[in-house]
């Protein structure tokens, strides 16, 4: 298996990308967990869960990753906002209520 420059493999996602992805796959619906947390746990800075996210978007619910201040991702337009308001995540003026929301995992 060769390792590409972002740390990905042709075959999938590297070990790491895979620990993080994991964890978002367990976000329950109507949940959501930040950037920080989620690299809090697998020992990274949130910026790596960001690359994360933009490259396996496709592979998870990447929807339940907000910024700390409950911004839902920018990418996409604003089909976060619209997916986490389908599934009844608690939300006030277009930003999730985290403290209602979050999920610790």
């Not at 790596?48 to 619910?61: C, F, K, N, S």
């Amino acid at each position: 298996m060769s390792e590409l420059s972002n740390g990905t493999s042709e075959e999938g996602p590297s070990s790491f990308d895979r620990r993080a992805l994991d964890i978002i796959d367990r976000i329950p619906s109507g949940r959501v967990m930040t950037y920080g947390a989620i690299a809090s746990l697998v020992h990274a800075h949130p910026r790596h869960i960001g690359r994360v996210m933009t490259q396996w978007a496709d592979e998870t619910h990447w929807h339940r990753v907000v910024y700390a201040d409950g911004t839902p991702a920018r990418c996409h337009g604003n089909s976060a906002a619209d997916l986490l308001r389908e599934e009844g995540t608690p939300m006030s003026g277009g930003r999730v209520d985290v403290r209602r929301a979050r999920w610790d995992g």
